[in-house]
């Protein structure tokens, strides 16, 4: 038995080293006896192929067994915690470690220094190695607590900890380097190479040079990068395969890209970060085309190539194209991480594609990352932007240990549905965990209150962000406080706002507010101001801008100056100015179409449905085009036979209003059969998005007021 075990184990760790993880840990469960080493070669497999999660887990079931872990499974498990960035299972195996006696073994030890390093937690990094004793230190043990140190940017103490090294070997340098490369800090990185070689205790290597260039790739100084590249090519070390992947890195990032393919095309044998430097770098100046382009011609695909890919198509705008090449990903068995799935929630959230981001929340329960706290934010994301706040609120939930960004996620997810109550919960709760409110919270809280006509609890929160946190007011901050106190009706005070606000900001900042306030003018009908804001706009910002014509000619509107409102309408032609068309989607069988206003499939055959209806009201509408009857039915017969848009609000009967009311649902069920004409059924769930609210008088005492009601918009604009 003995015997044949040790082949079974060499076979295990064979396999592994082969690729065949999966036959290999097949073989493993179907050994019927297993000892210490056998469990150990297991763990080391997963743990040298980055598949971190597996080996977590292994470990986990290897303590429901009899077998007792050794210092080898320990080195590996914790291995495992710092590629996963755990910290809470990393100061569990920590603790199993001390329980089981193991804390005396230098390797052990070093990999927990290296453990609570990686989790950025330095503090407990220092207990360990002060716990070691100098007499069983070695120069990996100072080389992890400086890396610690310098992993979380505690520069002052890295130096300390460098400078009392009884020898500064390469490594040490190098962390050093790398360090202050990863914050651009490019002066500090070249001081420390001239000391190093001033020093003559060591000399630079490949992955010096590439810190370095990479220093100068995270300044974005272009200067620099160029003066480091002529150095490395004059001592030498240009050839090297990580120093080109550097340099090719810092031309594709930097948006340089005929002397990035210039390098690419110099380099003899093409790495996979070559492959993924020049797709990343075309990605970043926007061009998807030509990223794509090398991402098929790419020998080797690896997961960073599949997610640079995904990201790239999210983040240009082109969700459909990031959920294809996902499918594609899955179906080409590539092993997806954290990554990979933030990219792919993110393009869910943009197309608010809801069935497609519960199938990729699925798929992230079977990989294990549904407590990965950056995971969880875009799940937490997803759900809130396709309209599904328990699913949001769950995913939050589901963090374990979460972030900033986690809560204001969440903060903004309450928000966005109206839900004020509880987005204000979550804020006392985020500072009630000890964690302090940066510019993006406030944004989402003043953006509640906005919504939610807390004008006081708003202006509280614009007082404390800066007495009390030391923020800066931005853009959105200005703009949000001056939505709140227009929809509250304090106009002057608003204004008075902006004019403070936009005197030192750009022409951005005032365009936000200035249309937020003109917005506000338009909700409580004060014209005298918008035309003063109008004006302001129109001097101070772009006036090729759509938004500044639109607001005031619904302010003229609104108030019944019909004459005014056309002359600004035929003002905005005169300067060429175009209205960006509003747009809605629908998602049917989780596919999204999305359409403009008017643009509905099978109208000619709609436009039938309702003309008779049209007629038999002796409105003036049959002899409307196709499109222009559905519009008289979804906008014109609500606004006639209600008050919709009654400028006299003049009482109407509880028979009239009724009759708007149901034109009005009617119209809504058109939309949906739009889809249902095209070969649906209307048993197949449609999810309508967007919906005006409204409310209709129906006498002057107003003891009969209708509910209120909910008009689907979809592909409809006023």
């Not at 050994?31 to 986990?60: E, R």
């Not at 197309?351 to 950056?374: D, E, S, T, W």
């Not at 197949?684 to 129906?698: A, D, E, Q, S």
Request: proline share 2%.
């Amino acid at each position: 038995m003995p015997s044949n075990l040790h082949q079974l184990t060499t076979k295990i760790v064979s396999l592994s080293k082969s690729g065949f993880i999966t036959t290999a840990r097949k073989l493993f469960d179907e050994m019927p006896h297993k000892d210490s080493i056998t469990w150990n070669a297991m763990l080391s497999s997963y743990s040298q192929l980055g598949l971190h999660t597996d080996a977590l887990s292994l470990f986990h079931l290897m303590r429901y067994t009899n077998t007792k872990p050794d210092h080898f499974t320990f080195t590996s498990t914790l291995n495992a915690c710092s590629g996963l960035g755990s910290f809470r299972n990393g100061t569990k195996v920590h603790a199993l470690i001390i329980a089981f006696g193991y804390q005396c073994y230098l390797p052990v030890n070093n990999s927990v220094i290296d453990m609570y390093g990686k989790c950025l937690d330095p503090c407990s990094a220092r207990k360990a190695f002060e716990e070691m004793g100098g007499s069983i230190r070695n120069e990996v043990t100072w080389c992890s607590l400086l890396f610690a140190y310098a992993n979380s940017g505690q520069f002052s103490v890295a130096f300390e900890t460098f400078y009392e090294m009884p020898k500064r070997v390469l490594v040490a340098w190098n962390i050093m380097i790398t360090g202050f490369a990863r914050y651009g800090e490019v002066e500090m990185c070249i001081q420390l190479l001239k000391e190093m070689r001033e020093s003559l205790c060591c000399f630079p290597d490949e992955w010096t040079f590439s810190s370095l260039m990479n220093a100068c790739t995270e300044s974005l100084d272009y200067a620099y990068g160029c003066t480091v590249h002529g150095f490395i090519i004059k001592i030498g070390w240009s050839s090297a395969m990580e120093v080109k992947n550097s340099i090719l890195s810092f031309y594709a990032k930097l948006g340089c890209m005929d002397v990035a393919i210039k390098e690419f095309e110099s380099v003899g044998l093409l790495s996979q970060v070559s492959w993924n430097a020049m797709i990343d770098g075309y990605i970043k100046m926007g061009n998807t085309i030509d990223a794509f382009h090398v991402f098929q011609r790419a020998p080797m695909k690896n997961v960073i190539s599949w997610t640079s890919m995904i990201a790239g198509y999210a983040r240009n705008g082109e969700g459909e194209q990031a959920l294809n090449l996902f499918v594609q990903m899955v179906r080409s068995c590539i092993c997806l991480d954290e990554f990979t799935f933030g990219a792919i929630l993110h393009a869910c959230s943009s197309l608010a594609v809801l069935g497609f981001g519960k199938m990729v929340h699925g798929c992230v329960i079977r990989y294990g990352f549904q407590a990965y706290v950056y995971v969880g934010n875009g799940l937490v994301n997803m759900y809130a932007k396709c309209g599904d706040i328990k699913g949001s609120s769950y995913a939050f939930n589901e963090i374990l240990e979460k972030d900033l960004v986690s809560w204001n996620a969440m903060l903004f997810g309450f928000g966005m549905h109206g839900l004020s109550t509880q987005a204000l919960q979550i804020y006392d709760e985020m500072v009630a965990h000890g964690m302090k409110p940066d510019k993006v919270s406030f944004i989402g809280l003043l953006m509640t209150c906005s919504h939610a006509g807390l004008i006081n609890k708003g202006r509280l929160f614009f007082d404390i962000m800066s007495s009390l946190y030391g923020l800066t007011y931005e853009i959105d901050h200005v703009a949000c406080m001056v939505d709140m106190l227009g929809r509250g009706g304090y106009l002057v005070e608003a204004k008075e706002l902006s004019s403070k606000y936009s005197k030192k900001d750009t022409v951005e900042a005032k365009s936000s507010s200035y249309e937020a306030l003109l917005g506000a003018c338009s909700i409580h009908g004060d014209v005298r101001m918008g035309v003063s804001v109008r004006d302001d706009l129109q001097h101070s910002v772009d006036s090729q801008k759509d938004m500044g014509y639109v607001l005031l000619s619904n302010l003229y509107c609104a108030s019944g100056q019909w004459k005014e409102a056309e002359i600004v309408r035929k003002a905005m032609v005169d300067q060429g100015v175009k209205k960006m068309p509003g747009y809605s989607w629908i998602e049917v069988k989780n596919k999204v179409t999305v359409f403009v206003a008017a643009s509905l499939p099978e109208e000619i055959v709609i436009s039938k449905d309702l003309k008779s209806d049209v007629d038999s009201r002796h409105f003036n509408g049959s002899c409307l085009s196709a499109p222009g009857i559905v519009w008289v039915m979804m906008m014109t017969l609500p606004k006639y036979y209600g008050e919709i848009k009654n400028i006299e609000l003049n009482p109407v009967s509880q028979n009239t209003c009724e009759t708007a009311y149901f034109q009005v649902k009617k119209g809504s069920k058109v939309i949906s059969r739009a889809y249902w004409l095209n070969g649906l059924k209307w048993t197949i769930p449609c999810k309508l998005v967007g919906t005006m609210k409204f409310g209709i008088r129906t006498g002057s005492g107003g003891a009969n007021n209708m509910p209120l009601g909910q008009l689907a918009f979809v592909g409809l604009e006023e």
